[in-house]
């Protein structure tokens, strides 16, 4: 089958489904590491539970892209 082939099927799917198709796609191209995977997942957790715990040093939108 070919990739033309391929790209006309997809215009069948619903948005749900491309989504899928996608994101599938993606996760195919890179071999994720699960240590390192984690590590970022704990360090997201550990940032936003100090944010939650009025902990962490915050900067507004604004300030950001100005």
Not at 3 to 12: A, D, G, P, S
Not at 28 to 57: A, F, M, T, V
Request: hydrophobic content about 35%; glycine content about 2%.
């Amino acid at each position: 089958m070919s990739i033309n082939e391929i790209l006309n099927l997809t215009k069948q799917l619903n948005s749900k489904e491309k989504y899928l198709l996608i994101d599938t796609l993606i996760l195919n191209l890179h071999n994720i590491d699960n240590e390192i995977e984690q590590q970022w997942l704990d360090e997201s957790q550990k940032r936003l539970d100090l944010y939650d715990n009025g902990k962490l040093e915050t900067v507004s939108f604004e300030e950001v892209f100005s």
